[in-house]
T-cell receptor, first 116, second 111 residues
Framework: ETGVTQTPRHLVMGMTNKKSLKCEQHLGHNAMYWYKQSAKKPLELMFV???????ENNSVPSRFSPECPNSSHLFLHLHTLQPEDSALYLCASSRYGVGGDTGELFFGEGSRLTVL | DAKTTQPNSMESNEEEPVHLPCNHS???????IHWYRQLPSQGPEYVIHGLTSNVNNRMASLAIAEDRKSSTLILHRATLRDAAVYYCIPASGGSNYKLTFGKGTLLTVNP
């Protein structure tokens, strides 16, 4: 139990569907992240929010839309996805930024997305 | 971001020490060296990090070369639960929010 909870754990959707992934952290952290992990590829950073402001958008297609309504919750809204978007989507949080001596990332267990 | 080189895979026996190497020859002077691991079907978890001096915690030890161009993660007594992909990640401090994961090293622990 890392203190970062992701729902749903598994999601199957068609290319025309609209769905959302939810992440909640109970650690009092200020920064939240979305990472994507495709089969046989390294984790890719998608979005970073710090104090509810987006500070990083790593050239992610607009069919992925993040939302951070408060420092404890992060959503990833999905619409008109492609089969190649099938992957494990991981949420993480940190007290401040990462790197240096500013602390560590805490990851959720991920949401396994399959796009048909 | 500093480039890292890690072996694709390593094998160990249970209760034996494991030394996981990482080369990061382009590391900058302000980069800390972070290690994470990812167990099967789980998100990554933090293991340890350091700047120049060797570091120890309850999970592992981190040995950093004097020139900082390489480091070694040491698991003192491997258990089956240590079987995972281990990632070495140099990252600078300040307001940096990027932790860039590479392919890591897949550690297999034999009973």
């Amino acid at each position: 139990e890392t203190g970062v909870t992701q729902t749903p754990r598994h999601l199957v959707m068609g290319m025309t569907n609209k769905k959302s992934l939810k992440c909640e952290q109970h650690l009092g952290h200020n920064a939240m992240y979305w990472y994507k992990q495709s089969a046989k590829k390294p984790l890719e950073l998608m979005f970073v929010y710090s104090l509810e402001e987006r500070v990083e958008n790593n050239s992610v297609p607009s069919r992925f839309s993040p939302e951070c309504p408060n420092s404890s919750h992060l959503f990833l809204h999905l619409h008109t996805l492609q089969p190649e978007d099938s992957a494990l989507y991981l949420c993480a949080s940190s007290r401040y930024g990462v790197g240096g001596d500013t602390g560590e990332l805490f990851f959720g267990e991920g949401s396994r997305l399959t796009v048909l | 971001d500093a480039k890292t080189t890690q072996p694709n895979s390593m094998e160990s026996n249970e209760e034996e020490p494991v030394h996981l190497p990482c080369n990061h020859s382009t590391i900058s002077g302000t980069d800390y060296i972070h290690w994470y691991r990812q167990l099967p079907s789980q998100g990554p978890e933090y293991v340890i990090h350091g700047l120049t001096s060797n570091v120890n915690n309850r999970m592992a030890s981190l040995a950093i070369a004097e020139d900082r161009k390489s480091s070694t993660l040491i698991l003192h007594r491997a258990t089956l639960r240590d079987a995972a992909v281990y990632y070495c990640i140099p990252a600078s401090g300040g307001s940096n929010y990027k932790l860039t994961f590479g392919k890591g090293t897949l550690l297999t622990v034999n009973p």
